[in-house]
């Protein structure tokens, strides 16, 4: 038998229901040194009704790979709220920022330098729609629902599949949407993907810094339902070798200027910009991508950079109907499943729209 407890969720709800005297429960998300994620609940006398309210906080950065054991406090500030669909009633997550003692944002802590970018252009309304794709492991590090020592049939009935054998781990992705849709996220929709046992979620459209926020948090609700089911969630890009199709985080954009008639023209011109800094796009669309992005399994060569109507072989993707129409979105199909969204969204912002000085999206990525 396994050594690993699941949550005997039958048992908790015994406890679930107890009245907390008036006192809310505020379960602070945090992004640590490794691009996971790390919480900590406190009590709170009342439900805060806007983020000022959250208090600072803070935790033991040693612990996380993201200070020195001599300097370790790091600062968690409160940037979004969600209702907790774990402990419903009044109780939250939040999100929050990660500052070092000296004030300056922690090395992982990438949402301040894409904030001040979607600042600069929030004229321009800019919005994202990420697709998160994942794969699904048990407990003892195989894919979800494999066969033992073996591999189930090839690819081609799985994606969007319906039927025993063809789809794997449905109640955990529905818990997640649901759970999802209760806390507030902007979730526009599921599907199985081409790989057994890897699933997508989009979240979006959302305006400019709210994309990696929202995203983050559904990761954050998805890792904390697969406990409850004993399943492992893998961001890798490629999880496994060979004739299966890697995960990826399709992003899509668009400018009000986009969204607008003749947008046709601004989707062209942001495309001749992206073209010319392939590779530094390329630096910060997550760690082990060149694994995925080999020309097949539906992506693009790494070392090249390509568009195309309804190509879904291409770095970048205008839709069929987006290209019919003469306005909408485009979607980069270039960033991997384990990507930091406030890195994607906001070179793609100082790519599209502009840099800003003092912000340089290639080196926040780099910067230690
Ligand atoms: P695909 O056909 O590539 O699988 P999906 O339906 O999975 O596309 O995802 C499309 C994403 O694009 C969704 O998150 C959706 O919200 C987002 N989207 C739709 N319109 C826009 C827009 N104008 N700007 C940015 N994102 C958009
Ligand atoms: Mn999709
Ligand atoms: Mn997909
Ligand atoms: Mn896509």
Not at 175 to 203: D, R, T
Not at 329 to 341: G, H, K, L, Q, V
């Amino acid at each position: 038998m396994s050594s690993t407890v699941l949550s005997q969720a039958p048992i908790l709800a015994k406890y679930s229901d107890l009245p907390q005297n008036g006192k809310v429960i505020a379960e602070y998300v945090w992004i640590d040194g490794t691009n996971g994620l790390r919480t900590k609940g406190r009590t709170l006398d009342k439900k805060p009704t806007s983020i000022d309210e959250l208090p600072e906080w803070n935790f033991d950065g040693s612990s996380t790979e993201q200070a020195p054991g001599h300097d370790s406090d790091i600062y968690l500030r409160p940037v979004a709220m969600y209702a907790d669909p774990f402990r419903r009633g009044d109780n939250i997550l939040v999100l929050a920022e990660t500052y070092n003692s000296d004030g300056t944002p922690n090395k992982k802590n990438h949402r301040a330098a894409a904030s001040k970018l979607f600042e600069a252009h929030k004229d321009e309304e800019i919005w994202f729609g990420i697709e998160q794709e994942y794969t699904l492991f048990d407990q003892y590090g195989d894919v979800y629902g494999w066969p033992k020592g073996g591999f189930p049939g090839p690819q081609g009935p799985y994606y969007c599949g319906v039927g025993t054998g063809k789809v794997y781990a449905r109640d955990v992705i529905e818990a997640h949407y649901k759970a999802c849709l209760y806390a507030g996220i902007n979730v526009s929709g599921i599907n199985a993907e081409v790989m057994p046992s890897q699933w997508e979620f989009q979240v979006g459209p959302n305006l400019g810094i709210s994309m990696g926020d929202e995203l983050w948090m559904a990761r954050y609700v998805l890792e904390r339902v697969a406990e409850d089911f004993g399943v492992k969630v893998s961001f890798h890009p490629k999880p496994l070798q060979g004739d299966w199709n890697g995960a990826g985080c399709h992003t899509n954009v668009s400018t009000k200027a986009m969204r607008t008639k003749g947008g046709m023209a601004d989707i062209e011109a942001a495309i001749e910009k992206l073209s010319k800094r392939h590779l530094e796009h390329i630096g910060v669309y997550g760690e082990d991508n060149d694994k995925r992005l080999t020309g097949k399994h539906e992506t693009a060569s790494i070392s090249q950079f390509s568009y195309g109507v309804a190509n879904r072989g291409c770095s970048i993707r205008i839709p069929r109907s987006v290209s019919k129409d003469g306005y909408g979105y485009f979607e980069d199909r270039r960033p991997a499943s384990n990507i930091d969204p406030y890195l994607v969204t906001g070179i793609m912002v100082e790519t599209v729209c502009g840099p800003v000085d003092g912000v340089d999206m290639v080196s926040e990525a780099a910067r230690e």
